[in-house]
């Protein structure tokens, strides 16, 4: 027997989450600091996120957490002065960013 969460009924699945990030960031067109896409998820029921890996101008590893907000039913880019968008060293950090954005 499979279970779901509150979430996952729903409808805030992995998936859906993905689904909603390329409406505005499609697959085709990756951020070209952070390319390679790691995870998909729901802060709340009108903000999705992406986190995603890439490498630093030094070649080390870098982490990029890409949030898309839902406005009007419409899934759209935060405006560039107050966007929760970020970079970190670790995946760990931008773990940690994405439960610090669920809090918030």
């Known amino acids: 027997m499979t279970y779901q969460t509150a979430s996952e009924a729903r409808g805030m699945t992995e998936g ?5 990030f390329r409406q505005v960031y499609p697959a085709d067109q990756p951020n070209f600091m952070t390319p390679y896409p790691l995870a998909f998820g ?15 101008i ?3 590893g870098i982490y990029g957490v890409t949030v898309v907000v839902r406005v009007a ?7 560039y002065e ?11 950090a931008a ?7 669920r809090g918030a």
């Not at 859906?16 to 909603?20: F, K, L, P, T, V």
């Open 16 to 20: 859906a989450a993905q689904s909603a």
């Open 73 to 79: 039913g419409e899934w759209k880019r935060e405006p």
């Open 82 to 92: 107050t966007t929760r968008s970020r970079c970190f060293e670790s995946r760990r």
């Open 58 to 60: 030094y070649g080390e």
């Open 95 to 101: 773990g940690n960013y994405v439960v610090s954005l």
């Open 42 to 56: 729901w802060i709340d029921e009108d903000t999705v996120y992406e986190i995603s890996k890439g490498s630093g």
